[in-house]
């Protein structure tokens, strides 16, 4: 017998799937369809005040924006994507760095990933971005906004890091610094992952007020963009804000410790000489974000997908 729940699904999916129909899902267990490809095929935002729910790597979000692809100080990279959406918080956010470059002397930003039209897992490239309260933002300097969707899909960004990833090249600036540092002090920012070359170099370099630094955290995979997370917006009762915090991530007020070395000494090692595969350590895996069904994220996300 058919539960009202599952019809709803069953209508979204025929309203959605460009492709062959998916598997029935199951009310129980939220089926074994990938959540990730239920969300990837939704091009229309959730209805209602905005909100985000769940955490950044096990959630949705409710009421979306579209940063349009082009802007006055900005453009969206790799547009055929469809992850422009975000929390109207996180748009605004963008809006107000992207001025801020442009009063530093680029053109504005470009900007890689936001998320999905009512978010959740992407099929590829992010475990996070889930919430609408992270963004990609290149470190290519942008110097024009006139570029065209063709152009935005294949031209790459600039790495800031060295091929053996303890240093940066020459293509940091003092501008990268002077937008790193603007996205920090901003108040709806919870912390922005660079390369740790990149966080090493800020260290050297900064004097004076070093507390924004505490924001900028070292993370690998972040060379040639960094990812900014948003703060749980106010009101957004059932975000999840993440832990632990950016102050107990480091013993040093500025972040610039012994735990920042370790990205560009032990963490390079076992790269270096990975360990036989008979000794490797056991670990329990967790799911990757294109494993996770709908029983995987809060309750509320299912009936926030099936909305109209």
């Known amino acids: 017998m058919t539960t009202p729940f599952k019809a709803r699904i069953a209508a979204l999916i025929a309203l959605t799937v460009f492709a062959a129909p998916l598997p029935a899902l199951s009310e129980e267990r939220g089926g074994d369809v990938p959540a990730a490809r239920l969300f990837g095929q939704v091009r229309t935002p959730a209805p209602g005040k905005a909100e985000a729910i769940g955490s950044y790597a096990r959630g949705c979000l409710k009421g979306a924006v579209a940063l ?21 918080a996180t748009i605004a956010f963008i809006k107000r760095l992207s001025q801020k470059a442009a009063a530093l002397g680029w053109k504005g930003l470009y900007i890689g990933d936001i998320g999905q039209p009512r978010g959740g897992p992407i099929i590829s490239s992010h475990r996070s971005h889930q919430i609408g309260l992270d963004v990609d933002i290149w470190f290519r300097p942008a110097m024009r906004l006139d570029l065209s969707r063709s152009t935005r899909e294949r031209i790459s960004p600039v790495a800031l890091r060295s091929a053996d990833q303890k240093r940066v090249t020459g293509a940091f600036t003092p501008v990268h610094m002077a937008i790193l540092k603007a996205a920090a002090e901003d108040p709806a920012v919870d912390r922005i992952f660079v390369a740790a070359a990149i966080k090493l170099e800020m260290c050297r370099r900064t004097k004076g007020d070093r507390r924004w ?54 963490y390079l090692e076992p790269l270096k000489h990975p360990p036989k595969p008979q000794k490797a350590a056991k670990r329990k895996r967790r799911k990757r974000a294109a494993e996770l069904t709908l029983a995987d994220l809060p309750r509320a996300c299912r009936a926030m997908l099936a909305a109209r």
């Open 68 to 88: 349009p692809e082009t802007g006055p100080t900005w453009q969206v990279m790799r547009p055929s994507r469809g992850r422009n959406w975000g929390h109207p």
């Open 213 to 266: 630094l505490q924001k900028i955290r070292p993370l690998y995979g972040h060379a040639a963009h960094f990812h900014v997370r948003l703060k749980c917006p106010p009101g957004n009762w059932r975000c999840k804000p993440q832990r632990p915090t950016v102050a107990q991530l480091s013993k040093s007020p500025d972040g610039c410790d012994a735990t920042l070395r370790w990205w560009v000494t032990d």
